[in-house]
């Protein structure tokens, strides 16, 4: 044999060593498991294989690798409110599967078990809790909603072998017509608000109003009643004024003093 066909046998000998070493041998990568469906043995196989390379037997042995990290999903669902009103909702859940329940979940669901319990149990989570409530308390209760859906939603889940670290409502939507009735109820509130406080601003100007009447009359009975007494008050009054006026025309520029005494005249040289 010469020695490229060495060469060839060789090449085939080593391609043919990493088949069956591919085939003999398979991976589980971080945040992965796998169970093993033996045809021989019953089907799947109680243990769950962690992350790492394993050995399994060629055509008779085959790896279902299960991804358990957690992953999250919406479910969203149309449904009455106590006061029947039509509620759109909209939950995101992160889930993962219980690692040690992986082969009855297999068994009972497949691998597309998220897609086929949870929006299954979330329709029934979400209609039961939104008809314990009506329409206005799903908006100022919403935190409770919320905890009642976590609550019982997390609790139905775990019957499934499903694990939920995070439940929130994402959209919370009434129907068109029940909007524009909120709307219009809105707006006959402001107007309603808008009106009260201009009858009370009416109410306090009119009192205001009043209050300086009864004042201006008292103050005119007691000047009435200083001028009787005596003409000091009446003095008074006319030194007050004199002083405004004199201030006044102080700052005027088109106003001059001439000195007192009748000769206007100034002092000019001869």
Partial sequence: ???????????????????????????????????????????????VIGEGTHFRIPFIQDPQIFDIRITPQAISTKTGSKDLQTVNVTLRVLYEPDPAALKRIYKDYGMNYAQIILPNIGNEILKAVVARYDAGELITQR???????????????????INLRDVSITHLEFSADYMRAVEHKQVAQQYAERQKFLVEKATQEKEAEVILAAGET?????????????????????????????????????????????????????
Avoid: H, W
Wanted: charged share 25%; net charge neutral; with cysteine.
């Fill in 218 to 270: 008292e103050a005119a009975k007691l000047i009435n009643e200083g001028m009787a007494a005596g003409n000091e008050f009446l003095e008074l009054r006319k030194i007050e004024a004199a002083k405004v006026i004199a201030q006044t025309m102080s700052r005027s520029r088109n106003v001059s003093y001439l000195p007192g005494g009748g000769n206007v005249l100034l002092n000019l040289p001869q």
């Fill in 1 to 47: 044999m010469n020695t490229s066909a060495k060469i060839a046998a060789t090449a085939i000998g080593i391609g043919g060593l990493m088949t069956i070493a591919n085939t003999c041998l398979y991976d589980v990568d971080g945040g992965e498991r796998a169970l093993i469906f033996d045809k021989f043995r019953g089907g799947i196989q109680d243990r």
């Fill in 143 to 161: 935190e409770e909603v919320s905890s009642d859906i976590t609550r019982d939603l997390v609790k139905r889940a775990g019957d499934f072998n």
